[in-house]
């Protein structure tokens, strides 16, 4: 299972390709066609709106309002903010009824522009791009609006926020959800091996009804079984509840001696020997990793250098392996600052900041205040919440709580905690709502409150169903009423200072020659403008990139146009790349059938490649990539804005 933003009407929203935000990259988001929101996860979304950026997206009316009938004056189409309250603090756009486009990167500096007839229900491509100060918007291939910032945005409300479509910034199921400790044996048919363990089915049924869910599956004490029919009766069951999409993780214990006094650190080596049962013997999405060493280390075998080492060591060996998306760690308590600081921001990256009894969190269940449950109530309190059983000033957690709660510690997605009644009684769906609601207010975004004493059995249905309600639902863009379609978010261009040599590549190597690193170019009409814009208008016409470096000639050779823009005066453009100083390409290899005919001079973007295998070694050594008016050109002009060029060599 991936993590999905799952709206209230059961639809399932991914994002597909998930690595971090690089240089001439393109990232299809799938459609949204429902009210619903979909999220780049923070860690993947790395740099994006800090600089340059181009988002496109295709929007699509309903015939109706634009967003919708709740109120509400606008909706947000695009959104990357840790603020909770719009005006938002980072690129954000959003429509209102009457069309009005309202784009910004700062909340105290926005922009207007006219989108005529929001409601209709044609087709329409809306492009926003930042370039340097200057903001455009462009509508089905026209610039319409433009503007110029005056002031930078700001980080902090950037780099720890999902870039996030259809939804406003507010909207908070995506930030977390229920995390389900599992620890509970499941059952199958046995004619057909389905899984027909009831409280597998519950937790299944919690992510039906909206809730991003985790669930952690513990066969003893890890991943080791007892019994062939064990693992079957796991492996069907692990199976159905992703089908459902949830996550599944697997447990790992760390340490030597519990339930009774920890004495040691297990042997690495056998550690790392479970995860590799999770990794090859189950279908598991990650690992939860127990028994974390918190901000008090044991005196009589631990140390905050250890527990570092250890756990770093490990986090790095769970998120080296493809198939797996989480680590989760848990302290249980107030984790250690340099233990975490390294993931701050990394939602694959979970710690579980509290795992203790519903009074220690949430002390007015039992007519308590948190001051009542310390053992020096001197130095006051905190508030309910995971930092509620400690003493301010003494046990050393300030800059933690600060650093969570004003998100420049553990974000939301990163923060769990898991609660249990160990006295009886003390929930109902209100109660549960407010802890939730609490959690929240301080940065929590995974949740599990069990009326039960422990981890062996399911909550109550009643205090099942109030965290699938709180946490689930439907997470929209104050009812954003609009189609967004064919979404492509491109990473922000990042040329080196100057041309770059590639070194002979011992297997495959790839070079990315920025827009604003061509070396000259040649011909009587060329001009040169921004970011690596070349006009082109006469036969001959050309820019060069490089030198690279291709090599011994034993490898293929891939070269990619990337953010590559085209507008002509003419129907069909021939764009050709020569590699001078070598006749292997034929003395020319075009592009031209590879663009689409351009009617009505619009702008037209292309991400295109030629591959060459190389058989005859004619493609090798040091040469400079012309790219431009090479071949036979109608009569016009040619705007030919390229920001990269990709060279692969090998493997």
Known sequence: AVPMCTDGLGYDHEWYKKYPFEDNEIYTIEDITEVGAVDVAVVDADKFGLGDFRIEMDVRGKGGSTVGTDGSTSGTLMVRSSSTTAPYDGPTVSIDDSGLLTYRVRSDEAFTCAFPSPSQTSTRHLEISRVGNSMF?????????????????????????????????GCSNNEGGLMIPLYIA????????????????????????????????????????????????????????????????????????????????????????????????YTVDGIFIDEVTNSWPATNFDSKETAVSTYTELVNYVLAVPTFVRAVLNPGSAYDEELMQPYYGNSKVIAVVMESTVEQYYPSATGKNCVDLLYNSTQGSFSPGPFCPYVPNWDGIESLQTAMTSGSGLTTPQSAIMLYDNVGGLLDATKVQDIITKGGDQAVGWFYVTDQSGWSSLPSAAI?????????????????????????????????????????????????????????????????????????????????????????????????????????????????LQMQGSTAFNGGATFYNMIPTISGNPTVYIETELNFPNTDGAISGVHTLLVGLLESFPAGQLDFDLKNVIVEVGP
């Open 137 to 169: 918007v462009t509508i089905d291939g026209s610039t319409t609006c433009t503007g110029t910032i005056t002031k930078q945005p700001t980080t902090g409300f950037i780099s720890n926020a999902p870039l996030r479509f259809g939804g406003a910034a």
């Open 464 to 576: 099942m169903n109030a965290q699938t309600t709180s946490l689930g639902g439907t997470c929209n863009s104050q009812n954003l009423n609009i189609d967004i379609l064919n979404i492509k978010i491109h990473g922000v261009p990042n040329p080196t200072a100057s041309p770059t040599v590639a070194p002979l590549p011992p297997a495959a190597v790839a070079l990315s020659v920025g827009g604003d690193d061509y070396v000259t170019t040649q011909g009587s009409t060329v001009t040169n403008t921004a970011m690596g814009s070349v006009k082109l208008t006469a036969l001959g016409d050309y820019a060069t990139y490089g030198p690279v470096n291709f090599g011994d000639g034993t490898k293929p050779v891939t070269i990619k146009l990337v953010h590559a823009s085209l507008k002509s005066s003419v129907a069909t453009p021939y764009v050709s």
């Open 186 to 281: 499941p059952e199958i048919d046995i004619t057909d091996g389905s899984c027909t363990s009831v409280a597998y089915q519950q937790v299944a049924n919690s992510a039906g009804n909206g809730a991003n869910v985790i669930a952690i599956v513990n066969p003893n004490n890890g991943p080791n079984y007892d019994y062939e029919s064990t693992k079957a009766a796991y492996d069907s069951c692990i199976a159905f509840l992703r089908e459902a999409n949830v996550e599944v993780i697997g447990y790992v214990h760390t340490k030597v001696g519990y339930p009774n006094t920890i004495t040691a650190y297990r042997n690495m080596t056998d550690i790392k020997a479970d995860i590799d049962v999770w990794k090859n013997s």
